[in-house]
């Protein structure tokens, strides 16, 4: 009897080993997320760039844990783009991944939105932020006509 014990226990830890290693491996790559419809990672010229960039490396920065850097891509997306049209894009290729607070559309020029891996270790991460230009009559320091970006940034699991 225990020698049965021995070899269930035996079986039991390398199975809990082997579904831990195969986790383990499966967070250390950030989870590939394709550009919107429209999308176009060749950016007009304009005064937009600093903001944008600064945008990105926040996304990079939030993101980065021990486990490595983000991957994160900048879009140029069409003027006519809705905040909804890019959130349900990116959460519709996460199935059922658990979404970060409310992503819903605030009419701010900066939305962002995060979702979380449904994974106890080691949960991997997409964040987008949508950037629009001001409405007519906004005070802003900084301002561009027609133009719409989109930050995608995807993160290896790190612990909570």
Do not use: H, K
Not at 85 to 94: E, G, H, I, N, T
Not at 121 to 134: E, H, Y
Request: glycine share 8%.
């Amino acid at each position: 009897m225990r020698a049965f014990l021995a070899v269930a226990g035996t079986i039991l830890v390398l199975g809990a080993v082997a579904v831990a290693g195969a986790r383990w491996m499966a967070a250390g790559e950030p989870v590939p997320v394709a550009a919107p419809a429209g999308s176009s990672t060749v950016l007009p010229e304009g005064e937009y760039t600093a903001v944008v960039d600064n945008r990105a490396s926040e996304v990079s920065i939030d993101l980065r844990n021990g486990r490595g850097d983000p991957e994160v891509e900048t879009y140029a997306m069409p003027p006519t783009t809705s905040w909804d049209q890019l959130r349900s894009s990116v959460a519709d290729q996460l199935g059922d991944w658990e979404q970060a607070g409310d992503c819903a559309d605030t009419g701010e020029r900066r939305i962002q939105c995060t979702w979380s891996e449904p994974t106890r270790w080691w949960p991997r991460q997409v964040r987008i932020v949508f950037l629009r230009p001001a409405r007519p009559g906004d005070a802003d320091d900084y301002t561009w006509p027609d133009n719409t970006f989109l930050v995608v940034g995807s993160a290896c699991g790190a612990n909570r």
